[in-house]
């Protein structure tokens, strides 16, 4: 068996992007692990999850909102990681490695909300 969600092309890229994430996160020192570390990881595992919750929710505008809410969180990370760049925790290469993975996420719900929209 297998949820409506899990096909969605927009929540397997996310699942993806939490992943690389996660294995930037060892990366950090360890006095980010209760601070900026623990804020990317909320952040990473809030889109996955807002986008499955979405797609559980029967009214298109609950659909919408929640898809919204998973691409606050991806420019959240975003954000982070150039933040996390900029102190140095991680590289600049670090960063290039994962933004495609960000960009895809986030063009992938734009274009799922898009589609709630119009329907």
């Known amino acids: 068996m297998e949820y409506q969600f899990e096909k969605l092309n927009a929540w397997q890229e996310s699942r993806k992007m939490v992943l690389a994430v996660y294995q930037l996160l060892k990366?950090?020192?360890s006095e980010e692990r209760f601070a900026l570390c623990d804020q990317l990881r909320r952040a990473a595992i809030s889109v996955p999850s807002n986008i499955a919750e979405g797609n559980g929710r029967m009214a298109v505008k609950e659909q919408i909102h929640f898809l919204e809410i998973a691409f606050g969180s991806?420019?959240?990370i975003y954000s982070q990681l150039q933040l996390a760049v900029d102190?140095?925790?991680i590289s600049d290469e670090d960063f290039k490695q994962v933004k495609p993975l960000i960009y895809n996420?986030?063009?992938l719900i734009?274009?799922?909300r898009s589609s709630k929209v119009t329907s």
């Open 110 to 112: 734009s274009g799922l």
């Open 74 to 76: 991806v420019m959240e």
């Open 87 to 89: 102190l140095g925790y």
């Open 105 to 107: 996420t986030s063009k």
């Open 27 to 29: 990366k950090f020192p």
